[in-house]
Nanobody, 124 residues
Framework: QVQLVESGGGLVQAGGSLRLSCAPS????????MGWFRQAPEKEREFVAA????????YYADSVKGRFSISRGNAKNTVFLQMNTLEPEDTAVYYC?????????????????WGQGTQVTVSS
Protein backbone atom coordinates (compact mmCIF):
# COMPACT_ATOMS: atom_id res chain seq x y z
CA GLN A 1 0.00 0.00 0.00
CA VAL A 2 1.74 3.09 -1.30
CA GLN A 3 1.75 6.01 1.15
CA LEU A 4 4.23 8.36 -0.52
CA VAL A 5 4.72 9.14 -4.20
CA GLU A 6 7.96 10.53 -5.58
CA SER A 7 8.34 12.37 -8.88
CA GLY A 8 10.89 14.47 -10.72
CA GLY A 9 13.57 11.90 -11.47
CA GLY A 10 15.16 11.53 -14.87
CA LEU A 11 18.33 11.64 -16.92
CA VAL A 12 20.59 14.67 -16.63
CA GLN A 13 24.14 15.51 -17.58
CA ALA A 14 26.80 16.03 -14.95
CA GLY A 15 26.59 19.55 -13.55
CA GLY A 16 22.86 19.73 -14.14
CA SER A 17 19.95 19.98 -11.72
CA LEU A 18 16.81 18.09 -10.82
CA ARG A 19 14.05 18.71 -8.32
CA LEU A 20 12.39 15.74 -6.69
CA SER A 21 8.96 15.96 -5.12
CA CYS A 22 7.24 13.70 -2.63
CA ALA A 23 3.56 13.79 -1.77
CA PRO A 24 1.30 11.50 0.24
CA SER A 25 -1.10 9.30 -1.65
CA UNK A 26 -3.66 8.72 1.04
CA UNK A 27 -2.80 10.50 4.24
CA UNK A 28 -1.04 13.65 5.28
CA UNK A 29 2.31 13.86 7.02
CA UNK A 30 2.23 17.41 8.26
CA UNK A 31 3.48 16.42 11.71
CA UNK A 32 6.00 13.90 10.46
CA UNK A 33 9.67 14.26 9.75
CA MET A 34 10.55 13.62 6.12
CA GLY A 35 13.66 12.22 4.57
CA TRP A 36 15.28 11.26 1.29
CA PHE A 37 17.41 8.17 0.81
CA ARG A 38 19.00 6.69 -2.28
CA GLN A 39 20.14 3.29 -3.43
CA ALA A 40 22.60 2.65 -6.22
CA PRO A 41 22.90 -0.78 -7.88
CA GLU A 42 24.47 -3.35 -5.56
CA LYS A 43 24.78 -0.83 -2.75
CA GLU A 44 22.97 -0.28 0.51
CA ARG A 45 20.25 2.33 0.76
CA GLU A 46 21.88 5.45 2.17
CA PHE A 47 20.74 8.65 3.79
CA VAL A 48 20.68 11.81 1.65
CA ALA A 49 18.72 14.51 3.49
CA ALA A 50 16.02 15.01 6.12
CA UNK A 51 13.84 17.76 7.51
CA UNK A 52 12.32 17.89 10.98
CA UNK A 53 8.60 17.99 11.69
CA UNK A 54 8.57 21.76 12.02
CA UNK A 55 10.96 22.30 9.15
CA UNK A 56 13.35 24.14 11.43
CA UNK A 57 16.14 21.56 11.22
CA UNK A 58 17.65 20.06 8.10
CA TYR A 59 20.25 17.35 7.81
CA TYR A 60 22.44 16.31 4.90
CA ALA A 61 24.86 13.56 4.04
CA ASP A 62 28.39 14.88 3.65
CA SER A 63 28.42 13.82 0.01
CA VAL A 64 25.57 16.19 -0.89
CA LYS A 65 26.15 19.16 1.42
CA GLY A 66 26.24 22.41 -0.50
CA ARG A 67 24.66 20.81 -3.57
CA PHE A 68 21.29 19.45 -2.37
CA SER A 69 18.56 21.25 -0.46
CA ILE A 70 15.51 19.77 1.25
CA SER A 71 12.36 21.78 1.91
CA ARG A 72 8.70 21.40 2.71
CA GLY A 73 5.86 22.70 0.61
CA ASN A 74 3.49 25.36 1.91
CA ALA A 75 1.03 22.66 2.91
CA LYS A 76 3.85 20.91 4.80
CA ASN A 77 2.63 17.52 3.65
CA THR A 78 4.93 17.61 0.63
CA VAL A 79 8.69 17.64 0.56
CA PHE A 80 11.17 18.58 -2.15
CA LEU A 81 14.79 17.77 -2.84
CA GLN A 82 16.56 20.32 -5.02
CA MET A 83 19.66 18.70 -6.47
CA ASN A 84 22.27 20.93 -8.09
CA THR A 85 25.70 20.27 -9.57
CA LEU A 86 24.81 16.62 -10.03
CA GLU A 87 27.59 14.07 -10.39
CA PRO A 88 27.56 10.58 -11.92
CA GLU A 89 28.00 9.26 -8.36
CA ASP A 90 24.53 10.63 -7.56
CA THR A 91 22.97 8.07 -9.89
CA ALA A 92 20.53 5.98 -7.86
CA VAL A 93 16.90 5.34 -7.08
CA TYR A 94 15.77 8.05 -4.68
CA TYR A 95 13.22 7.22 -1.99
CA CYS A 96 11.09 9.52 0.10
CA UNK A 97 10.30 8.50 3.68
CA UNK A 98 8.31 9.83 6.61
CA UNK A 99 8.11 9.05 10.29
CA UNK A 100 6.79 10.40 13.61
CA UNK A 101 10.18 10.70 15.30
CA UNK A 102 12.04 13.99 15.27
CA UNK A 103 15.50 12.62 15.96
CA UNK A 104 17.79 10.03 14.44
CA UNK A 105 16.65 11.16 11.03
CA UNK A 106 19.75 9.80 9.31
CA UNK A 107 18.64 6.29 10.14
CA UNK A 108 16.23 4.26 8.00
CA UNK A 109 14.70 2.86 11.17
CA UNK A 110 13.28 6.29 12.07
CA UNK A 111 10.81 6.11 9.19
CA UNK A 112 7.56 4.19 8.96
CA UNK A 113 6.46 5.02 5.44
CA TRP A 114 8.33 4.80 2.16
CA GLY A 115 7.66 5.64 -1.44
CA GLN A 116 8.46 3.35 -4.35
CA GLY A 117 11.34 5.50 -5.56
CA THR A 118 12.26 7.56 -8.59
CA GLN A 119 15.29 6.94 -10.79
CA VAL A 120 17.94 9.62 -11.12
CA THR A 121 20.63 9.04 -13.72
CA VAL A 122 23.54 11.45 -14.16
CA SER A 123 25.63 11.00 -17.28
CA SER A 124 29.26 12.05 -17.49
Amino acid sequence: QVQLVESGGGLVQAGGSLRLSCAPSRRTFENYAMGWFRQAPEKEREFVAAISRSGARRYYADSVKGRFSISRGNAKNTVFLQMNTLEPEDTAVYYCASGPLDYGLESKSSYNYWGQGTQVTVSS
